[in-house]
T-cell receptor, first 111, second 115 residues
Framework: SQQGEEDPQALSIQEGENATMNCSYK?????LQWYRQNSGRGLVHLIL?????REKHSGRLRVTLDTSKKSSSLLITASRAADTASYFC???????????FGKGTKLTVNP | DAGVIQSPRHEVTEMGQEVTLRCKPI?????LFWYRQTMMRGLELLIY????????DSGMPEDRFSAKMPNASFSTLKIQPSEPRDSAVYFC?????????????FGNGTRLTVT
């Protein structure tokens, strides 16, 4: 069954604005990962947050995790046209080798 | 590092034909995953291997699908016979298992169209 569910399904913003995407999941996790997919390409790993962490930063990316609500958010600050892509969260179902992905948020950053 | 290499990039075939998708994982990675992506169902895990051994194939939709990993540097996903509903983008991904949350490295996929 699908673990991660992202919202919104689609987001359109202007360059320079911040973009926030949310992910909800159903079962316990060891960690949660965010990936990015450009059109016609494979997914690329962005950032991982462990279940005992609440917030993590990497460059213009900020990820939060609330295990009590089974939710995570990905914030991209000062967005650029090159950030246009689909963004997916993935969970490991409590330490399983399997990574289960949501359906993603399609982000469009208009120049 | 060349990354995960998949071939072909595009495959168009007629219903009933056999289709073989190929994947070369990143050297040194010991886990390999096959995913299928469609608009309707998103990314679905079909099967994954650890150290060339299939661990979980519960996502393989039907007996028409089979996957092999004869060695650490090569895997195939075969569909026989193919059907129009198999049309999708098929991704192979690899990672170094054993580390907590080690990231998946994806190939650029094979876009399969069955007419």
């Amino acid at each position: 069954s699908q673990q991660g569910e992202e919202d919104p399904q689609a987001l359109s913003i202007q360059e320079g604005e911040n973009a926030t995407m949310n992910c909800s999941y159903k079962t316990s996790i060891n960690n949660l990962q965010w990936y990015r997919q450009n059109s016609g390409r494979g997914l690329v790993h962005l950032i991982l947050i462990r279940s005992n962490e609440r917030e993590k930063h990497s460059g213009r990316l900020r990820v939060t995790l609330d295990t009590s609500k089974k939710s995570s958010s990905l914030l991209i600050t000062a967005s650029r046209a090159a950030d246009t892509a689909s963004y997916f969260c993935a969970t490991d179902g409590g330490g399983s080798e399997k990574l289960v992905f949501g359906k993603g948020t399609k982000l469009t950053v208009n120049p | 590092d060349a990354g995960v290499i998949q071939s072909p990039r595009h495959e168009v075939t007629e219903m009933g034909q056999e289709v073989t998708l190929r994947c070369k994982p990143i050297s040194g990675h010991n886990s390999l995953f096959w995913y299928r992506q469609t608009m309707m169902r998103g990314l679905e895990l079909l099967i994954y291997f650890n150290n060339n051994v299939p661990i979980d194939d519960s996502g393989m939709p039907e007996d028409r699908f089979s996957a092999k990993m004869p060695n650490a540097s090569f895997s195939t996903l075969k569909i026989q016979p193919s059907e129009p509903r198999d049309s999708a983008v098929y991704f192979c991904a690899s990672r170094l298992s054993g580390g907590v949350g080690s990231p998946l490295h994806f190939g650029n996929g094979t876009r399969l169209t069955v007419t």
